[in-house]
C-alpha cells in the first residue's frame, strides 16, 4: 500500500525566480521613474539632503511594512498598528519619565516595555480573532480604539518630552544617515529571509493559500496565525521607539492614519490582499516610493489635498496593476 504525505507549499510566495526578478526590476524602474521626475520638477530634489531625509523618516512605516507583510499574506489585515505604535511610545515614556528619572532603572528597560506592549496588543488581536473566528479586520478595527484610548490614559492625552534617552535610534551614522534606518533594512533582510528560506515563512504562504489544506496535511494554522499578529504588534512597538527617538517624545495622536500608509505601502509592492503572496523586498520598495512621492510632491508645492489625491490614485492604479498581472499569470498556469 502507498501512502501520501502531504506537504507545505513553495516558500516564496511570489511565484517563480523569473517572475520575482521581474517584480523588483518594474518596482526599480518605478522609483527610479519618479526620482528623475521630481528632479526635473524640482532643483532641490536630486540632492544628499533629500535623500538623507526620506531615509531617516521612513524607519518606522518600513517596520511596520514587514510585519504587515505576513499579515496580509495569511489573508488578514492588522488596522490597529497606528494605535499600537503611539501606546508603545508612550509606554515607554512614561517609564522612561517616572522610573529612570526618579528610580535610576536602565532605559534600555522602558524601551523593553514598550517592545512588550506592542507585542502584546498584536497577540490579543490575533488570539480574539483565532479564537472566536472573526476577521481580524473587525477585531483590529476595535483594538484600533481600544488601544489608543489607552495611549491617551497613560500620557494623560498630554505629549511625552523624553529628550535624548533613547535618541541613539536616530543619532546619525554613516553619511547622516540614522540608526533606526540601518534597523530597518536589516529587518527587511531578514522578514524577507524568514518568508522565503524557513519552514515558517512556507506556513505563513500556505495559510494564506489554502487554509484547508494545510489543516488537511497535519499543521495548525492558528498558532501560526497568533505568532503573525503578535509579531507585528512588536514590530509596531519599535516603530513608536523609532519615532519618539526622532521627535525626542511621545505622542498619543502620533500614528494616526499610519496604518492605511502601511497597507499602501505593502499592496504597492505587490502584495495580494486575498493572501498567498508577497515579498518583504518588495514591500520596502513600497515604502520608498511612497517616501519619494510625499517628498517629492512636497518639494514642488503640492497642496494637502493634492497630495491625498495623488498617493490614493497611485496605490489603486498599483492595485489594478498588481490584478492584471496575477490574472495573466493564473492564465498561463490554466
Known amino acids: 500500500m502507498t501512502t501520501t ?12 525566480l523569473k517572475g520575482q526578478l521581474g517584480t523588483y526590476i518594474g518596482l526599480a524602474v518605478v522609483l527610479l ?25 521612513i524607519p518606522a512605516l518600513a517596520v511596520m511594512a514587514v510585519g ?11 488596522l490597529s498598528v497606528g494605535s499600537v505604535l503611539a501606546l508603545s511610545a508612550a509606554v515607554a515614556a512614561a517609564a522612561i519619565l517616572q522610573w529612570h528619572l526618579q528610580w535610576h532603572l536602565p532605559v534600555p528597560l522602558a524601551a523593553l516595555l514598550g517592545l512588550a506592549t506592542g507585542l502584546i496588543c498584536g497577540a490579543i488581536t490575533g488570539a480574539v480573532s483565532v ?20 495611549a491617551y490614559l497613560v500620557t ?18 554613516i553619511g547622516g544617515i540614522s540608526a533606526a534606518f540601518v534597523l530597518a533594512v536589516v529587518l527587511v533582510i531578514v522578514g524577507q ?3 522565503s528560506r524557513t519552514v515558517f515563512g512556507r506556513y505563513v504562504v500556505g495559510i494564506g493559500t489554502n487554509e484547508e489544506a494545510m489543516r488537511l496535511a497535519g499543521i495548525d494554522p492558528r498558532p501560526i496565525r497568533i505568532v503573525v499578529f503578535a509579531v507585528t504588534g512588536l514590530l509596531a512597538g519599535l516603530a513608536g521607539l523609532m519615532q519618539s527617538a526622532r521627535l525626542e517624545a511621545a505622542d498619543p495622536n502620533s500614528g494616526v492614519g499610519i496604518e492605511l500608509q502601511v497597507i499602501a505601502a505593502v499592496v504597492i509592492g505587490g502584495t495580494s490582499l486575498m493572501g498567498g503572496r508577497g515579498s518583504v523586498v518588495n514591500t520596502f520598495f513600497g515604502v520608498l516610493i511612497i517616501a519619494v512621492l510625499e517628498a517629492g510632491l512636497a518639494q514642488v508645492g503640492a497642496s494637502e489635498p493634492s497630495k491625498r489625491i495623488i498617493t490614493g490614485a497611485v496605490i489603486v492604479v498599483a492595485v489594478i496593476i498588481d490584478t492584471l498581472r496575477q490574472r495573466r499569470a493564473d492564465r498561463r498556469l490554466a
Do not use: C, H, K
Open 33 to 57: 521613474g519618479m526620482i528623475a521626475l521630481f528632479g526635473s520638477l524640482s532643483e532641490y530634489f536630486l540632492t544628499v539632503e533629500t535623500f538623507v531625509t526620506i531615509a531617516n523618516e
Open 5 to 16: 504525505t502531504a506537504s507545505a507549499p513553495p516558500a516564496s510566495g511570489a511565484g517563480s
Open 68 to 78: 504587515m507583510t505576513f499579515v496580509l499574506i495569511i489573508a488578514g489585515i492588522d
Open 131 to 150: 479564537a472566536w473566528r472573526l476577521p481580524s479586520f473587525i477585531v483590529s478595527l476595535g483594538m484600533l480604539e481600544a488601544v489608543r484610548g489607552g
Open 156 to 173: 494623560d492625552s498630554r505629549t511625552q518630552y523624553v529628550g535624548d534617552a533613547i535618541s541613539g535610534l536616530a543619532a546619525p551614522w
Open 193 to 195: 529571509l524568514v518568508l
